[in-house]
T-cell receptor, first 116, second 115 residues
Framework: DTEVTQTPKHLVMGMTNKKSLKCEQHMGHRAMYWYKQKAKKPPELMFV???????INESVPSRFSPECPNSSLLNLHLHALQPEDSALYLCASRGVQGSVPTGELFFGEGSRLTVL | AQSVSQHNHHVILSEAASLELGCNYSYGGTVNLFWYVQYPGQHLQLLLK??????LVKGIKGFEAEFIKSKFSFNLRKPSVQWSDTAEYFCAVNALQAAGNKLTFGGGTRVLVKP
């Protein structure tokens, strides 16, 4: 079981819909990540939030809009997606040793998105 | 920017055979190294990790990996595989001094263990 919780586990949406993916962790981690994983491919980084501020945007299209309301929550707002955006969306948080961030990411189980 | 290479895209072997998956990275500074496994239809699970110290790291399910700094390598091994080891295996590197503290994945190796 993972300590990073993602909802929903599965989502089907049309190209005109607006939906959101949610991620939550209560491990006290201060950096959170969104990755996208297509079938048979490695995860690709989308966004990084550090101390609730967006620190990395890997040139992701604006139809994906991240939000970090607080240190435990991370959202990904979806609007006007394309069928090629269908993928597994993974949330992760970065571990700490004492108060020092480590390089280890803790992944959620993912939200499997299908865009029709 | 750091990059990670996994040389074998597909590996097919029989039960009880030994497995070794190669992983090389390009980054000259301090790194944290990881191997993740993804069973069919499931999420990523951490097999093992290297932060510092003993370069031979033992993980779950009988896996181990050896960090060879001079070769920029972190190869994964298992002496005797089981059918249940059929999965996709990803090597990942976090370059600690690089901007953004990103975890970069290799392309993955698909392992099929025949019963």
């Amino acid at each position: 079981d993972t300590e990073v919780t993602q909802t929903p586990k599965h989502l089907v949406m049309g190209m005109t819909n607006k939906k959101s993916l949610k991620c939550e962790q209560h491990m006290g981690h201060r950096a959170m990540y969104w990755y996208k994983q297509k079938a048979k491919k490695p995860p690709e980084l989308m966004f990084v939030y550090s101390y609730e501020k967006l620190s990395i945007n890997e040139s992701v299209p604006s139809r994906f809009s991240p939000e970090c309301p607080n240190s435990s929550l991370l959202n990904l707002h979806l609007h006007a997606l394309q069928p090629e955006d269908s993928a597994l969306y993974l949330c992760a948080s970065r571990g700490v040793q004492g108060s020092v961030p480590t390089g280890e990411l803790f992944f959620g189980e993912g939200s499997r998105l299908t865009v029709l | 920017a750091q990059s990670v290479s996994q040389h074998n895209h597909h590996v097919i072997l029989s039960e009880a055979a030994s497995l070794e998956l190669g992983c090389n990275y390009s980054y000259g500074g301090t790194v944290n190294l990881f191997w993740y496994v993804q069973y069919p239809g499931q999420h990523l699970q951490l097999l093992l990790k290297y932060f510092s110290g003993d370069p031979l790291v033992k993980g779950i399910k009988g896996f181990e990996a050896e960090f060879i700094k001079s070769k920029f390598s972190f190869n994964l091994r298992k002496p005797s595989v089981q059918w249940s080891d059929t999965a996709e295996y990803f090597c990942a590197v976090n370059a600690l001094q690089a901007a953004g503290n990103k975890l970069t994945f290799g392309g993955g190796t698909r392992v099929l263990v025949k019963p």
